[in-house]
């Protein structure tokens, strides 16, 4: 399965700046559901800012999946790498 990773940054209200990708279906480019699976994924952390803009959503490259990622994406359509502050 070919992936498309979505960059994505953004603020949280400790001042903090949060960093992970957004792991979706090469063929999804719909670039409001991939803001959407960052929503989902910052609610279930406990965060919900204001606005996720496409400013801080950028499209980063294209890979193929590992199959962790595989099973991820089929069961929720997305998946998240975390990277900074994300605890």
Known sequence: MHISVYDTYVQR?????????ILVP???RDREAVLAH??????????APSELRAEKCNYCH???ANP???EEIAS?????IEMENCD
């Open 38 to 47: 960052g929503r989902t994924y910052l609610a279930a952390k406990g965060f």
């Open 13 to 21: 209200p400790d001042g903090r700046r949060m960093h992970f990708d």
């Open 76 to 80: 929720s359509g997305f998946a998240i």
């Open 62 to 64: 294209m890979e193929s």
């Open 26 to 28: 090469a063929e999804l």
């Open 68 to 70: 962790a990622v595989e």
